[in-house]
Structure formats: structure tokens, C-alpha cells
T-cell receptor, first 114, second 114 residues
Framework: DSGVTQTPKHLITATGQRVTLRCSPRSGDLSVYWYQQSLDQGLQFLIQYYNGEERAKGNILERFSAQQFPDLHSELNLSSLELGDSALYFCASSVAPAGTDTQYFGPGTRLTVL | GENVEQHPSTLSVQEGDSAVIKCTYS??????FPWYKQELGKRPQLIID?????GEKKDQRIAVTLNKTAKHFSLHITETQPEDSAVYFCAAAVSGAGSYQLTFGKGTKLSVIP
């Protein structure tokens, strides 16, 4: 157990819908990262937050957005869902946003878009 | 941006033999190189990492080597055991200025045959 929690574990929804994935970082970690893992694209970095502020953006679609709240939990919002959005979504956390810190991954949320 | 190539995509070895997975990266500014192990349906777990001021690092049966000139790094697993069977991902990151983005390779599925 990494100490990073994600809810829900599974999510099944229809095309065009909107969903929210939630992540709580390890105690003491200020930085949160979101990744998408699909079979054909591997692990893709989406976005990073540090202490409530966006710090880095990767291959995140405009239909996706995220935020980090004062209690440091983060939410990833996915809207106008398409079949291709079906994937495992992982959240990771680290103490700081620097490369000297290990990223610990949560158990993931499996999203299925029908 | 950074591009990480990982080879081979699949690897089968006999129990007790060694396994080697190789990665190359494109951004010469990358300075952090972690390796993650992911079992089926589970979260990626960090197994070892190396920073650019170090050429080699070892942890029991696992070792990682880094060649910054050639921009490649490798994972070596000795005396493989069935529980080493999993997908292994290499990654590279450039850290600094408050941001830290991991770029992953596509993964290597390692099968250890008893």
C-alpha cells in the first residue's frame, strides 16, 4: 500500500457523459500527478499540481481538467467522454515537485466508456 | 519534449537466469531515471532509480546503469524468480523550476519460466 488513495475503483459510463476521479496523496506529500494508462499508449503524464497550483501539463485533452484543493486532495474531471477515453487513470504523489522525490502511485481508477 | 524508447517489449527467461531491459532517452537535460514494476491490474511500484550524477546503482538482485553520453540506461535483474514476472517501465524526467514530469517507455513484459 503506497498511502495514495483513489476513488472510485471502477467507473462505467456512457459517451458524452462527465465523470470526476478523486485522489488523496500520501500524508505529507504536496505534489499530485495524474497519468492515463491505455493499452496502446502506455503511461501518459497528464498534469501535475503542487500545493494547489498547476506546475506542469502533459498530454491532457481540453475536455479534461484537474484541480488540487486546500486539503491537498485532487480531482480529475473528464467531460464529453469518448470511447477512446476508456483507460486506467492513476494518481501519484511526492513530497515536492523536484526530481529528487519518488512518485508513489495510487491503485488507479478503471474507466470504461460504453 | 522527452521521448523514451524501451526494448524489448517482451522477454522470457528461465528461472535463475538474468534479464536485461534497455531504454534510451532523447532529452539530454533529463536527470532522473526511475524503474517501475507493474503487476497485472495493479499500480506501478518503484523498484529502483538513478540520478544523473551516478553511473550505476544496485539493490540486491536489481541494478541500473546509466550512460549519459549515449543517453541510455538499463535494468539488470539477476537470479530471476517467478515473482519477478510483471511489466517493467523505465522513465526519464527533467526536474527543476518547480516541475517534474515523468516520460515513460512503453513497457517490457517479463515472464520468468519456472
Amino acid at each position: 500500500d503506497s498511502g495514495v488513495t483513489q476513488t472510485p475503483k471502477h467507473l462505467i459510463t456512457a459517451t458524452g457523459q462527465r465523470v470526476t476521479l478523486r485522489c488523496s496523496p500520501r500524508s505529507g506529500d504536496l505534489s499530485v500527478y495524474w497519468y492515463q494508462q491505455s493499452l496502446d499508449q502506455g503511461l501518459q503524464f497528464l498534469i501535475q499540481y503542487y500545493n494547489g497550483e498547476e506546475r506542469a501539463k502533459g498530454n491532457i485533452l481540453e475536455r479534461f481538467s484537474a484541480q488540487q484543493f486546500p486539503d491537498l486532495h485532487s480531482e480529475l474531471n473528464l467531460s464529453s467522454l469518448e470511447l477512446g477515453d476508456s483507460a486506467l487513470y492513476f494518481c501519484a504523489s511526492s513530497v515536492a515537485p523536484a526530481g529528487t522525490d519518488t512518485q508513489y502511485f495510487g491503485p488507479g481508477t478503471r474507466l470504461t466508456v460504453l | 519534449g522527452e521521448n523514451v524508447e524501451q526494448h524489448p517489449s517482451t522477454l522470457s527467461v528461465q528461472e535463475g537466469d538474468s534479464a536485461v531491459i534497455k531504454c534510451t532517452y532523447s532529452d539530454s537535460a533529463s536527470n532522473y531515471f526511475p524503474w517501475y514494476k507493474q503487476e497485472l491490474g495493479k499500480r506501478p511500484q518503484l523498484i529502483i532509480d538513478i540520478r544523473s550524477n551516478v553511473g550505476e546503482k544496485k539493490d540486491q538482485r536489481i541494478a541500473v546503469t546509466l550512460n549519459k553520453t549515449a543517453k541510455h540506461f538499463s535494468l539488470h535483474i539477476t537470479e530471476t524468480q517467478p515473482e519477478d514476472s510483471a511489466v517493467y517501465f523505465c522513465a526519464a524526467a527533467v526536474s527543476g523550476a518547480g516541475s517534474y514530469q515523468l516520460t515513460f517507455g512503453k513497457g517490457t513484459k517479463l515472464s520468468v519460466i519456472p
